[in-house]
Each structure stands twice: as structure tokens, then as C-alpha cells.
């Protein structure tokens, strides 16, 4: 490690980055009139501690999610590797341009993890070392060196409950090789953090085997320690509170010379210390707090030989080197143009070399020397990817009466009957509802994960039990603790395996419905890096009648419709299920593949996640179906499954476990109503979104693009009346009246459930075949009979 090198580099990452932004803010032409933004003092708390973790101590196998607010650095240290063009730093914050926060799908650098929740990018770390170590437990890993899964984190996030959750779960799971690296400026975007509160969060960290490293002395400081006096400004220091602290750097050397003279004058050894500095020199050692320290950073990291899970305390000075640095109001704050001048010079930088990446470098080679031996970056991009896994055949028996959610469990528990590559790589997760979401069969034949295989005192005391929670290293499920957060956490890092790790894993998670708003948060995060998974939300809507409406799940269709890279289904049918499952499972390995503009009226599509929205209540089944319509048909979002007739009047279009309703509605209306036609939606999200992208098509030019739902509707007769009928908002399915201009009436559920039978809940929100048939009477009279 060379020091003199690291020193060099750190202060080219911290110039770049904050001309970023100030080009950004003060240079480039202003189209809207508001702040770009950029953060330049959380940028600058971290400069040194990224300075030494990239360039001292990281890996190629390792990964990184970097602190949003300092995206800045990331990308200035990526444009100093040259892998990050100048046009997009030009570009910060605008169309195309370097992101606001690490992207992994928007940025072109060599991004691992993205960030921008808070608090969201640090817990996935701890699943992310989980992932790692599910796959190299596995026969078919082969033999990979493991890498640490860093989060840089700040130091407000810790407020995060997520935080605190996966914790948790990192312990029960035993977790290692994960670092923590705490950016403790000590001050948040409204104030300064409260005195004492990492005593408090170290006992935490302790509590679940972290090892704890505080960093708080850089190496100015431990020197000035040893010199006489030390002791006893080290004393001070310690004993400052972080608002005084920060308060004093703002103003400066000058005023640090007074406040340490006023406590500490007159008492021989440390009154020198002090003199023997100029003002400047007094700043730069009270400023020298470990985290500001690069050799103080890289010896900490250097000095961990362990795979335990450990947090790094690193104390910082947000704002660091810069003239805003400690100011209260500095988290969105920029540097003027007069301040940017000044600090130009000091940072000399000459007018015309501010995008140089070795602008103020003595010995360029010599630099470049350096960088091209830094371990992180010799192998290039670190995105691996996997083959696609073939899909087996998915086909069920046409039970009279099943739930779609024992329909899933079969599906999977074929599966695991089987000895297909798919099943191999399939994990499993739930939050402590593995039983009740019909995964049982499916997790005693495969097992559950643990890095070291635990007994299940059940059987060994021939205790009769259905659930056989064997735990062993070749274990296909992870059992987690009850947090939906977690849940999506952990598919999301398991569903970027194939990118993160180079081997492909299909992870499907269940989660009660109504719950998946707990984790929504994580979900659209998962969505976000494009982690490929599939979410199995079940039981759903007031159907799950007894459990009253805190577990009665209403707008979920509609998280489903307006979710991007996620793919909703509700199927009513086992037969449409197995469909869309084996379509699925080649859905979730697509990469690439066609405009996601386009997607759906064209069938060249890229890929993405599924959620698929099921239910308890058995229904009957409408016998064997296997003709070509229907498969397509229920794979992009409907078919006719009682096709109308050229004079109809009435169409029903439902989607889900309400089917039974309007098929018998539709039954009792044929009497007096010509051609009744019955439309099987099976998927609302995936038919509204051929629709728009072909509307957005023929605007573009396409004048041939048609979506599936223009093309199911398009021969309906102007005065046909739509009655659209779901288990859950009516929103879902209200919107089919404008494709081809038909008066529509939405039947669904608005307001919070209650107990009672599903017949009585039915009627009671009008979603049974007498409110359907009432709603219909009142559209049109239908003939005398």
C-alpha cells in the first residue's frame, strides 16, 4: 500500500466529485430553474474512507453498496478508472447522465448494489453474504473465492428499522463475511445526531456477534497524543459534543485556537502543543478524525482477518476539505461560485483542467502505475451471468374443486419430485409462513438451508408431524423471522445471483397478500436492480373470509398493475396457473431481450419478476384444456372463456377467485341478454401494458400494433355493456371500458373487510352473481320471457 499514493488519489475523487456537482448546479445551462443538488458535504465525509476501501483492501469477488448520498465519489472514482465517460459526469443529475445515487440498471459503471432508500442498501448486504453462502454450499457451485459484502452507510440511516430487522435475521443464519462501514459525521439533513447514540447501537451490533471497530483518530492525532499534553487534548475531544464540534470546524482555525486556549490554556505541555501549530495546521489536526484519514482507514480494514460480520465506527467531518464542511445546513448545501473559485485554487486545479482526471498529479505514471495493480479493478467489469435453465413441462390434473394456492404447492412439489436443473437452482423463502402458504411438501422434500446441518428433535423423538424441518447445507429453503422486509430483501439479493455471483438461482418467496405492503419498500427496490424472483402473494381479498380485514388484502391488484419489472398475475384456474408458472420461470431468466416499451403487443419481450396473486377458496375446474388460445391467452392476460356472440349485449370480465360468480351471473343472464360473452382476465398488469405500449407504438409510427385486449374487444358491438367483477379494487379492472369506448360498471372492494362466510362478504361488498346480475339489469332491460 502506498500512502503517498492513496493521499493523491483521495483529493483527485474529492475535487471531481464536487465539480460534478457544481457544474451541474452552477455551470450547466438551467433548463427548469430549480437545484440540481449533489450533496457535496455527505460526499466529502466519505472520500477517504472509499479511497482506502477501494484502492487498499478490496477484491474483485467482493461487493459494494455505496452510502446514496455518495454516489458522487463512486462515480468520480469510476471516471478515474476510466469507466465512466466524461459526457455522462457532464451530465449529472440529467437525462442520460450520471445518476443522482448508484443505479444498476441507469448507470453505465460498474455499479454492484443500487442505493437511494436509505437503509434498503445496507440490509441487503446481510442477504447478499446469506446468498453467497447458500451457493457455495451447493454441489453444483464449484469452487469460487468468497468476497465481503460491504455497505458504506450513513450514519442517519441507523434510524432505519429495516436496519435492525436483517440484523436479526443475520444472526439466526449465522452470518459472515458482511462489513458495515459507518460514516459517522454526526449530523443529518435536519440536525445533528443525538450525543451517546452509538453506545447504544454498539450494544446492539454486540448483541448479534458483530465485532465493533471504532475509528475516530486519524494518524495527525494519535501523534499529537503522544506528544506531552496529548492526553489531555485527547480528553477534549472526547468530551466535545458533536454540535460544538462541528460548529467549531465551520468557523475554523482561529476559533478552534481560542476554544482550546479557553478549556485548556495554561497548563504547560498542551498550551504547546497548541503553539506549536499555525492556525491552519490547528484546523487540519482537530479535523483529523479517523474517518478523514486514509492511512487510518486502510490500516483498520487491513487489520480484520476474520469473516465475522463487522461494523466500522468511523468518525468523520461532513463537508470535509471543503469551506462548508461542519455547518449545520450543509447536507444540501452547495458552494457558491466565489467559494468554488477560492477553493479551486487551494485545491490547484487550473482554470481549464477541472474535468483532468490527473489534473495536480506530479507523476502521472507513477499514479497509473498504482491503479493499474489495484486488485478491485484488474479483472474489469465484475457482472458474470449464467445460462438460462430449461423449463420443464408444468401441467396439472383437473381436480373438480382446488384453491390456486394448493394449486402452487403442487406445482412445486412436482418439482421437487423431479431431478430438472430449474429444480436444482429453485429457492425457496417465506416469513414464517412456509406452512400456511402451501410450501410444506415442497420444503420436507428439499429441505431447509443452514451452513451446517441441524437436528429436528421431532423426529428424533417419532413425534408425529407434517412439517420436517431438516436443516443441512443442500437445503432449498430459507426460513425467515416475520418481516416482509426482509422477504424482499433477500429475493432481491438472491435474484441477482446470476449478475453478483455467476450462478443462477430462481428464487420464489410467499407472503400473506395483505402483507406485501409491508415490504413494499423493498419490493420496489428488488424491481429497481432488476432482480429476477417470484412473489407469491397468498391467501388474498376478502375471499380469506374468517380472518377479518386486517388479513383481507384490497388494492394489492393494483400494486401489481403499477409495480415496473414486475409481472401480476391472478389466475382463477389450476390449469391457468401451471401456464403461467412454466412461462414464469423462462420470464425470470430473460435478459434483454426486445424494447420494455413495447412490451406485450409484441412478444419479443424482456424479462422481469412475477408476482401472482392467489387464493384458498377450492373452486371448481372447468376440466382439461390444452389448445393453443387459451395458453397464449392466459400468458399475456386473457381469453374468451365464453366467447360472445355478434349481437351481445353483456360482457363479464373478472379476474381471480371470483370466476365462480360470474360464470353463474353470466349463466342466469343468458336467458334474456343475447351472446353473453365471459372474459377471463388473468392478468390486468399484463394486458393494460400491451395496450399502452401500443398506443405509444402507433404514435411512433406502428400503425399495425394491436394489443391483446384491443384484439379480444375490437369485434364488440358499440351498445355491448362491460360488468368487470374482482376480489379486490375495482380500479384493477375499470380502465377496460376505454379500449374500445364500451360503458363499463367495476365491481370490487373499497373499503377494509370484515369476519364472516365468503358468501356473506360477497354480497356484502357486491361481488356475487345476484349483484352482478342486478348491476346488469340495471344497464339494459334484456328481453321479455
Not at 429497481?528 to 383481507?552: K, N, W
Request: include cysteine; proline fraction near 4%; hydrophobic fraction near 40%.
Amino acid at each position: 500500500m502506498s500512502t503517498e499514493h492513496l493521499k493523491t488519489i483521495e483529493q483527485r475523487l474529492l475535487w471531481l466529485s464536487h465539480w460534478m456537482i457544481h457544474h451541474a448546479n452552477h455551470i450547466r445551462p438551467k433548463v427548469d430553474g430549480i437545484k440540481v443538488g449533489g450533496h457535496q458535504a455527505s460526499s466529502a465525509s466519505m472520500v477517504s474512507i472509499m479511497t482506502a476501501l477501494y484502492f487498499s483492501v478490496l477484491k474483485p469477488e467482493d461487493r459494494v453498496a455505496v452510502k446514496p448520498h455518495a454516489s458522487p465519489i463512486f462515480h468520480a472514482i469510476q471516471y478515474l478508472m476510466g469507466n465512466q465517460t466524461r459526457e455522462k459526469m457532464e451530465n449529472f443529475r440529467g437525462l442520460g447522465g450520471v445518476q443522482s445515487y448508484p443505479s444498476r440498471t441507469k448507470d453505465i459503471d460498474d455499479v454492484d448494489f443500487s442505493t437511494g432508500s436509505v437503509g434498503l442498501g445496507v440490509a441487503i448486504t446481510s442477504f447478499a453474504s446469506l446468498v453467497q453462502d447458500y451457493i457455495a454450499a451447493k454441489s453444483w457451485s464449484g469452487d469460487k473465492p468468497l468476497g465481503r459484502m460491504i455497505a458504506l452507510v450513513g450514519d442517519a440511516e441507523l434510524d432505519e428499522g429495516n436496519i435492525y430487522e436483517a440484523l436479526q435475521e443475520g444472526w439466526k443464519n449465522d452470518l459472515r463475511n458482511c462489513w458495515w462501514i459507518i460514516d459517522y459525521n454526526r449530523q443529518s439533513l435536519d440536525g445533528i445526531v443525538r450525543e451517546g447514540l452509538f453506545d447504544r447501537v454498539e450494544k446492539i451490533f454486540d448483541a448479534f456477534g458483530w465485532q465493533v471497530v471504532r475509528v475516530k483518530y486519524g494518524t495527525l492525532q494519535r501523534a499529537a497524543f503522544a506528544e506531552p499534553g496529548g492526553d489531555k487534548l485527547r480528553q477534549w475531544i472526547d468530551e466535545c459534543s458533536n454540535q460544538e464540534y462541528s460548529a467549531l470546524t465551520f468557523m475554523g482555525g482561529a476559533v478552534w485556537r481560542k476554544r482550546l486556549m479557553d478549556d485548556l490554556g495554561d497548563q504547560g505541555d498542551v498550551t504547546a502543543l497548541i503553539d506549536r501549530r499555525s492556525d491552519d495546521e490547528l484546523a487540519d489536526l482537530m479535523e483529523n478524525l479517523g474517518g478523514n484519514c486514509t492511512e487510518t482507514m486502510a490500516e483498520a480494514f487491513a487489520a480484520i482477518d476474520n469473516d465475522k460480520p463487522t461494523c466500522f465506527l468511523a468518525y468523520t467531518i461532513k463537508g470535509w476539505g471543503t469551506p462548508i464542511a461542519g455547518h449545520k445546513d450543509n447536507h444540501g448545501g452547495l458552494m457558491n461560485k466565489t467559494q468554488m473559485a477560492e477553493w479551486q485554487k487551494h485545491m490547484g486545479v487550473a482554470e481549464g483542467e477541472e474535468w483532468e482526471p490527473f489534473a495536480t498529479v506530479p507523476d502521472v505514471g507513477a499514479l497509473k502505475a498504482f491503479l493499474n495493480q489495484v486488485p478491485f479493478f484488474a479483472k474489469g467489469t465484475r457482472r458474470f451471468s449464467d445460462d438460462k435453465l430449461a423449463v420443464p413441462a408444468i401441467e396439472l390434473a383437473s381436480d373438480r374443486d382446488i384453491s390456486t394456492q394448493m394449486a402452487f404447492g403442487k406445482v412445486l412439489d412436482d418439482l421437487s419430485k423431479g431431478d430438472s436443473k430449474l429444480a436444482e437452482r429453485i429457492v425457496t423463502t417465506s416469513p414464517d409462513v412456509t406452512g400456511t402458504t402451501n410450501l410444506g411438501p415442497w420444503v420436507n422434500r428439499r429441505k431447509l438451508f443452514a451452513r451446517k446441518a441441524l437436528a429436528d428433535a421431532f423426529i428424533e423423538h417419532r413425534i408425529p408431524s407434517t412439517a420436517k424441518w431438516d436443516f443441512a447445507p443442500e437445503g432449498q429453503h430459507i426460513e425467515l423471522g416475520i418481516a416482509e422486509m426482509n422477504l424482499f430483501l433477500l429475493l432481491g439479493a438472491a435474484g441477482l445471483s446470476h449478475s453478483l455471483f455467476g450462478e443462477r438461482l430462481i428464487p420464489i418467496g410467499t407472503v400473506y397478500d395483505p402483507f406485501v405492503c409491508r415490504g413494499l419498500d423493498a419490493l420496489n427496490y428488488a424491481c429497481y436492480q432488476d432482480a429476477r424472483f417470484m412473489i407469491v402473494g397468498t391467501p388474498s381479498g376478502v375471499t380469506l373470509s374468517p380472518e377479518g380485514g386486517a388479513h383481507q388484502s384490497i388494492g394489492t391488484p393494483l400494486i401489481g398493475m403499477s409495480q415496473d419489472g414486475l409481472a401480476a398475475f391472478e389466475p382463477a384456474f389450476a390449469d391457468e396457473l401451471a401456464v403461467i408458472m412454466e412461462w414464469a420461470f423462462d420470464y425470470l431468466q430473460r435478459d434483454g431481450e426486445g424494447d420494455p416499451d413495447e412490451r406485450t403487443w409484441l412478444r419479443d419481450e424482456t424479462g422481469g419478476s412475477v408476482y401472482l396473486r392467489l387464493s384458498t377458496n377450492p373452486i371448481e375446474q372447468p376440466g382439461k384444456r390444452a389448445d393453443d388460445a387459451f395458453r397464449q391467452g392466459a400468458i399475456d392476460g386473457g381469453y374468451w372463456l365464453r366467447k360472445p356472440g355478434p349481437n351481445c349485449e353483456v360482457v363479464i370480465a373478472y379476474q381471480g377467485v371470483v370466476a365462480p360468480e360470474a360464470i353463474k351471473a353470466a349463466g342466469e343472464l343468458a336467458g334474456n341478454r343475447r351472446d353473453v360473452g365471459v372474459l377471463a382476465v388473468t392478468s390486468a398488469d399484463r394486458l393494460n401494458a400491451g395496450w399502452t405500449a401500443a398506443q405509444r407504438a402507433r404514435s411512433r409510427g406502428h400503425a399495425a400494433a394491436r394489443s391483446h385486449i384491443e384484439q379480444l374487444l375490437g369485434d364488440l358491438p358499440g351498445h355491448c355493456k362491460l360488468i368487470t367483477v374482482i376480489d379486490g379494487h375495482p380500479a384493477t379492472l375499470a380502465w377496460l371500458g376505454g379500449v374500445a369506448g364500451h360503458q363499463t360498471i367495476p365491481l370490487g372492494v373499497e373499503h377494509f373487510g370484515q369476519t364472516g362466510t365468503i358468501g356473506d362478504l360477497y354480497q356484502h361488498f357486491g361481488i356475487d352473481a345476484a349483484s352482478i346480475i342486478e348491476k346488469v339489469n340495471g344497464l339494459t332491460p334484456g328481453r321479455r320471457v
